[in-house]
Nanobody, 115 residues
Framework: VQLVESGGGLVQPGGSLRLSCVASGLTFSRYTMSWYRQTPGETRERVAV????????NYADSVKGRFTISRDNAKKTVYLQMNSLKPEDTAVYSC?????????WGQGSQVNISA
């Protein structure tokens, strides 16, 4: 099983980025997909989650109205559209796949928000 994130980078405050996480080696459509982020010395925070069939999503209060999670089961990909980015959004963003007792993580993608 592999989860590979991409799309991170350096942007100015107020800018946008779209992260992608491509899955392989699993039946993607069965898995609930989540995005997490972590900064050094801080607890990993769940940013957004989307159930296996799409539909009802959930977001951390810190990103509501700015971030959007979506998925394309045919492409085995989950996305995180991040708008109106703030310096405090700087972190390593990782995707997670969960189904029953199975959990898989990607390696993470660095996002830096700085002028």
């Amino acid at each position: 099983v592999q989860l590979v994130e991409s799309g991170g980078g350096l942007v100015q405050p107020g800018g946008s980025l779209r992260l992608s996480c491509v899955a392989s080696g699993l039946t993607f459509s069965r898995y609930t997909m989540s995005w997490y982020r972590q900064t050094p010395g801080e607890t990993r925070e769940r940013v957004a989650v989307i159930p296996s069939a799409g539909g009802s999503t959930n977001y951390a209060d810190s990103v509501k109205g700015r971030f959007t999670i979506s998925r394309d089961n045919a492409k085995k990909t989950v996305y995180l559209q991040m708008n109106s980015l703030k310096p405090e959004d700087t972190a390593v963003y990782s995707c997670k796949a969960t189904y029953s007792l199975l959990t898989y993580w990607g390696q993470g993608s660095q996002v830096n928000i700085s002028a």
